[in-house]
């Protein structure tokens, strides 16, 4: 099982909700094409105070701004062709019975108490922060992440974090891979050492969120803390807990993809709300840092914000996958550019892999009766491209398992790279009078070069690795990683469909500027 976060539901979808989704796609797919039973979820996060303000602002209920903003994260989800199999709207009947649950599960492990809370609040983080954390700028406080802070006082239910600080610390030790990468690992462990406060989670002065169930206690209805709701939607979403059907075999998860700044309430909060539930934990949280545009946050009052429906119009959609993948280092902060990313699909897209595809296959048309030209006798040259792009295939599965796209793709493109050299070394077109048999050996060679780094890129690139395999002639139950060694190799004269262009090269157009 792997997830994205879930994003909040009171705004549109960004290029940082996109990128984080082509890269969980990416890594499920991956997953799935070497043989793995994978659950790919995404979901909604539609409770909570900053939800009930924006809809406030622009006129409509909480739940009319929460289908709004679903059914544009539906859309995008299909247009980054990153379909998840199965996406959990926090406002869901199942959602609520599973966050009741895990609530009684706490409070019968004795980490509730009632308490008061007197403190301060940023809305914008749905966040509590200590004093010591805050800064103040013309007589406001402000979050350490630039949001403005609120006093809040209110009876408050609190879960005893404290109670956990030493038990986290022994799980981050025997499990030195659970927040990764390791440079968010460690400040992790350091914000653990300094000790950890117990947690404020229900609030009394709104009401768009789950209730939690009256208690003699209590003197106001309570609803729960929005990351208690919104962490437990990846529980909701294989069953575990409460419908214990199919999918509960997927808990607990494999990995949860987030961005940077919600690592505490990843790495902290849910293992330990889980551990008192006695519930399983993930098994890794897989951080991404964050995108900015041309090195600017991305915000609407920087009037930078390029929605990724645009950019997908603009470039394609493997284009931006490929360039997200590519470009940006998985767990730092990248930078998109316009001309950053036209150099990516001129330079590797459309010469190197589109290139290289093209004029290898229309000189198999038109020479070679359009089938699999015969392979002949092989020189060693042969042979090394062969074997260079089998191991690409290995080189991306343990880069991929240390959750390095960029790693990955950059072996695949090394070796895109060296079969150019090739094919250029040998020059087949010189052969084509002189030794037409060796013509069609290097032919079949970087025919069958092509479909080996074909296969290993379908996870980043589906739509172009599925018509150059179509191209290729290979049928669509030999794609699984599984086929791409020796044993399904290109056969002598098999038939092959016309050649097509896979990635034509971005060409200016007038009003495209930057
Ligand atoms: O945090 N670049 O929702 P969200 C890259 N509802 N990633 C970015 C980004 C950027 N510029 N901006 C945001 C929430 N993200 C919560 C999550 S999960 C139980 C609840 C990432 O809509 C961000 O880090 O603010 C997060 O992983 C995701 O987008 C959703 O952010």
Redesign the pocket.
Known sequence: MIST????ANGAPHI??A??RIATDAFARFKRLDGFDVLFVTGM?EHGQKMQRTAEKEGLTPQGLADRTAAQFARMGEALNARADDIVRTTQARHKETVLDIWRRMEANGDLYLSKYSGWYSVRDEAYYDEGELTERDGRKFAPTGTPVEWVEEESWFFRLSAYAEKLLAHYEAHPDFITPEHYRNEIVAFVKRGLSDLSVSRTTFDWGIPIPPSPETTASHVMYVWVD??T?YITATGWLTVQGDRARFWPADAHV?????TRFHAIYWPAFLMSAGAPLPKQIVV?G??FSRGEK?SKSLGNVVGPHELIERYGVDQLRYFFLREIPFGQDGNYSHEAIVNRINADLANDLGNLAQRSLSMIAKNCAGAVPAKGDLTDADRDILAQASAALEKARAAMDDYAPHHALAEIFRVVAEANRYFAGEEPWAKKKTDPARMATVLHVTAETLRRLAIPLQPFIPEAAAKLLDLLGVGPDARDFVHAGDADALQDGAPLPPPAPIFPRFVEAEEVTD
């Open positions: 976060a879930i994003p909040y940082g909700h990128y984080e996060d919104a962490l939607n987030i961005g940077k700044d919600i991404h964050f995108l991305m």
